[in-house]
């Protein structure tokens, strides 16, 4: 799958992808730019016709208590 965090990363080549309601595309980038502050990284899986799962992986020695 390609790099979808990419900064302005929104497909506009592909009817299929635009979006109804509008947006930016700012979002995923926004994601990967905090995430990188936090050395974590962003599993991305999709089904074609399902949908999407955006799954934050923290390492232990961010996360308080540990």
């Given at each position: ?10 497909d506009n080549s592909c ?52």
């Amino acid at each position: 799958m390609a790099d979808n965090t990419d900064d302005y990363g929104r497909d506009n080549s592909c009817p299929c992808c635009l979006s109804a309601t509008g947006g930016t595309g700012l979002g995923l980038a926004i994601v990967k730019h905090s995430l990188y502050h936090h050395q974590a990284q962003l599993e991305i899986t999709s089904t074609l016709g399902v949908g999407s799962r955006f799954a934050p992986r923290f390492p232990a020695s961010r996360i308080a208590g540990f």
